[in-house]
């Protein structure tokens, strides 16, 4: 799988993107940073369509599938969740200003942090975008 370079904007249409980069099960690095490329420019789409929503939110998962797999880094104590709880706290947040960043009622905020509710690749979005690093980091 290699995603092509295409300078211009990304297709809006679930099976455009598809036909642009066929998301299957990342194999080496070389296919990761591809998939990563593409989670890049989709995450830098200010509204994204319900198509390239839905084709986010598949390749976050194969990244993160991957790099679960191939790239797992000895911290087998932090989560997702930790590094959001981290965030949070370096930066003075609460569950009601991660809500309010997310988009979302403000009791989904401490419902998130307590791991009931799961990140959307919308959230992860939000989140990459304000903390400024990788979405994979709350994978």
């Known amino acids: 799988m290699v995603a092509p370079r295409h300078p211009g904007r990304l297709p809006g249409r679930y099976g455009e993107l598809v036909r642009l980069m066929p998301p299957q099960a990342i194999a080496d690095d070389t296919q990761l940073e591809n998939v990563i490329e593409m989670v890049d420019r989709l995450m830098a789409i200010p509204e994204l369509t319900k198509g390239q929503a839905l084709y986010l939110e598949t390749l976050t998962q194969l990244v993160g599938v991957y790099e679960f797999k191939h790239h797992a880094i000895g911290t087998s104590g932090i989560s997702g969740l930790d590094s959001?709880?981290?965030?949070?706290?370096?930066?003075?947040?609460?569950?009601?200003d991660l809500a309010r960043l997310l988009g979302l009622h403000a009791s989904m905020g401490s419902k998130i942090l307590k791991g009931e509710r799961s990140?959307?690749?919308?959230?992860?979005?939000?989140?990459?975008?304000?903390?400024?690093?990788?979405?994979?980091?709350?994978?």
């Open 84 to 96: 959001l709880k981290y965030l949070l706290d370096e930066n003075g947040m609460t569950g009601s």
């Open 119 to 139: 990140l959307t690749a919308d959230h992860l979005r939000k989140l990459a975008d304000r903390f400024r690093v990788e979405a994979s980091l709350f994978l």
